[in-house]
């Protein structure tokens, strides 16, 4: 049985998979690598869809779309932030893909606070300024550090954007502080429940869908290895596995 806050379901190889993974506590790595932001993502196109709450990074023309479902606050998005996901930034700068995501703010009514909806707040506000990429890498890049002191604030947000040259300013600031996109916010959570029709809390945080087919659970630890997640991308993208 699937929970949109517990449950991990996954992936298999195909020409298109959806790759589902649901927010739960695991062991983390501490030798893993944390994600930087990557030279090369500041030439990476990055706008609002036109449904308001997906944000699009990458090559238009990329042959891969890849759709992607967080929170911010889930620690198994952490880890794969930490592992796949540098897989998916490399592909993202070959453009080979390009990457669609929508976030989620579910673990706020869990963990209490309301640190997913501020940070997902303030990346729709890096968005205006055009640094969405390269602040959500150093936004993940620190979440375990957040959740040790109780979550992500309007301080330590504003904190972290100092590591993306450019990004603080008056209207960047005022964004944050103020909750700007606040409606941003909960149109994001409800299109991210809306995501899944058979369960109406969602699919789980990380989904990742990649050319749009639901796959199996028994290649869920592609999620967490960079290697096996390049060779599903790999796999989807009809591109040679690099070794």
């Not at 673990?107 to 959500?136: C, I, P, W």
């Not at 993306?164 to 960047?172: D, I, N, T």
């Not at 789980?204 to 290895?225: A, C, K």
Request: charged share 25%.
């Amino acid at each position: 049985m699937r929970n949109a806050r517990r449950t991990t379901a996954a992936a298999v190889v195909g020409t298109a998979l959806l790759v589902v993974a649901g927010c739960a506590p695991r062991a983390q790595d501490a030798g893993a690598p944390l994600p930087r932001p990557y030279a090369g993502f500041e030439e990476l196109p990055e706008k609002l869809a036109a449904d308001g709450t997906t944000i699009m990074v990458g090559d238009p023309a990329a042959a891969m779309t890849v759709r992607l479902y967080e929170d911010p606050r889930c620690p198994v998005v952490d880890e794969f932030e930490k592992t796949g996901a540098l897989a998916l930034r490399e592909t993202m700068l070959r453009r080979e893909a390009r990457t669609e995501y929508t976030f989620a703010s579910f673990r706020d009514e869990r963990m209490g606070g309301d640190g997913s909806q501020r940070a997902v707040n303030a990346l729709r506000a890096a968005l205006d300024e055009g640094k969405f990429t390269e602040y959500h890498a150093v936004v993940f890049a620190n979440m375990d550090k957040s959740e040790q002191a109780g979550g992500y604030t309007t301080a330590s947000l504003l904190e972290l954007a100092n590591q993306v040259a450019g990004l603080r300013g008056e209207s960047f600031d005022s964004a944050v502080t103020t909750m700007k996109y606040r409606d941003f916010v909960t149109a994001s959570e409800k299109a991210y429940e809306a995501a899944d029709g058979e369960d109406p809390r969602g699919p789980g945080t990380p989904t990742v869908v990649i050319n749009g087919r639901r796959v199996t659970e028994d290649q869920s630890s592609s999620l967490f290895d960079q290697e096996w997640f390049d060779h599903l991308l790999a796999s989807a993208g009809d591109r040679p596995r690099i070794r």
